[in-house]
Nanobody, 124 residues
Framework: QVQLVESGGGLVQAGGSLRLSCAASGGTFSSYGMGWFRQAPGKEREFVASISWTGRSTYYADSVKGRFTISRDNAKNTVYLQMNSLKPEDTAVYYC?????????????????WGQGTQVTVSS
């Protein structure tokens, strides 16, 4: 069973930065497509970024393009989300997810495994 554990969330002022990490265990991480999603109170979970199993291909939501960067270290079984120029509207619980088929789509249903989430709060 694949387990994903996010860390790195917290409270930051607008314009600041955070780096989220997601450590995977129990599976073949290097073959998984990985994604980051977020969910704000009263809203649906939405796509943020994804990365292919090789790390060569990435997708970003328009709302974070140019500010967030997804990366992975297959030797450490970890995927990262570097978040810069944070805005209050980035406030949400951030989740990492794994697609064991190696895809890195933008859709929530495409991912089989999910972490418990980490809270990111951006104050204005």
């Amino acid at each position: 069973q694949v387990q994903l554990v996010e860390s790195g969330g917290g409270l930051v002022q607008a314009g600041g930065s955070l780096r989220l990490s997601c450590a995977a265990s129990g599976g073949t991480f290097s073959s998984y497509g990985m994604g980051w999603f977020r969910q704000a109170p009263g809203k649906e979970r939405e796509f943020v970024a994804s990365i292919s199993w090789t790390g060569r291909s990435t997708y970003y939501a328009d709302s974070v393009k140019g500010r967030f960067t997804i990366s992975r270290d297959n030797a450490k079984n970890t995927v990262y989300l570097q978040m810069n120029s944070l805005k209050p509207e980035d406030t949400a619980v951030y989740y990492c997810a794994a697609d064991p088929w190696g895809h890195h789509s933008v859709g929530v249903p495409e991912y089989d495994y999910w972490g418990q989430g980490t809270q990111v709060t951006v104050s204005s």
